[in-house]
């Protein structure tokens, strides 16, 4: 879920603040966490599990006795 500012969390402490220039503020807070989460999101690791590597399958065995094997553990 990405992080969303509302005008309601903001607190103006000094001047006088217009109402477009707080939504202004507003898009620009949002605009930076998104990009800070999407950032985040690609830094983040894929689990082992999860990998493509994984989901193929281990390559045939050849030779002698080889359909027997293919049944055993790898």
Same mark, same amino acid.
């Given at each position: 879920m990405i992080p969303h500012v509302d005008a309601e969390q903001l607190r103006i402490v000094k001047g006088d603040v217009s109402a477009e220039e707080l939504a202004a503020l507003v898009v620009v807070f949002n605009a930076a966490l998104k990009h800070a989460s999407e950032v985040e999101r690609e830094r983040s690791v894929r689990p082992e599990w999860n990998a493509p590597h994984r989901a193929m399958r281990p390559a045939? @065995?050849?030779?002698? @006795?080889a359909w027997r094997r293919s049944a055993l553990p790898h």
């Open positions: 045939l @065995n050849h030779g002698p @006795n």
